[in-house]
């Protein structure tokens, strides 16, 4: 049985942490965010804790939040880092967590959204195009196979991503019972 967050996954820069304020503000629940909380955890940002930590601690990080996180937050909307649902064991923790939506856009829109960001540790070096393109094929089978609905966010403009979601969540909900 799933609790009843709404969870956001998708890559860096499918708008996962704004459409996640926006929902927050329209649904009228809080918006949580795992990167956000790690930091928090850990007094330090993402990119000192790849950096001094490594990935790998990091990676724990995440599966440690997501287990507090099914332990005490229901009727919340919750975005997860990009890497998040790699591990089988965290796509488990995002499904039981509440209604998984992938958020899909292509690597032309990561890369405009994302253009000389130095907070994301895994895009930065010589060529951030080549790195987005292959990670995003490297993680597409993972972000389908832990998502309960897919929507592609490209084309959305202002609200219309927030709707989107609202209704695809809704319509899901309805099938379910
Ligand atoms: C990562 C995505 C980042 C952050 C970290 C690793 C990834 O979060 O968790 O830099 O592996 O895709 P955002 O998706 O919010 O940028």
């Known amino acids: 049985m799933k609790k009843n967050n709404i969870v956001l996954i998708g890559f860096m820069g499918s708008g996962k942490t704004s459409n996640g304020i926006a929902l927050s503000y329209k649904l009228k629940k809080p918006f949580l965010d795992t990167d956000h909380r790690i930091e928090q955890l850990e007094k330090c940002k993402i990119s000192e804790l790849f950096e001094n ?17 099914l332990e005490d937050t229901d009727d919340s909307i919750i975005s997860v880092g990009g890497g998040t649902p790699l591990r089988e064991e965290n796509r488990l923790l995002l499904r039981k967590l509440g209604y998984v939506v992938y958020l899909r856009v292509r690597p032309e829109t990561v890369m405009a959204r994302l253009k000389g960001d130095t907070t994301r540790p895994l895009l930065q070096g ?11 094929e490297s993680r597409k089978e993972a972000y389908e196979d832990a998502a309960d609905i897919i929507l592609d966010m490209d084309d959305y403009k202002n609200r219309e991503g927030v709707n989107a979601i609202v209704r695809a969540v809704n319509e899901y909900r309805t099938k379910e019972n």
């Open 53 to 69: 930590r490594g990935e790998a601690y990091f990676r724990d990080a995440e599966t440690e939040c997501l287990k507090k996180l």
């Open 126 to 136: 010589e060529d951030p195009e080549g790195r987005i393109r292959s990670l995003m």
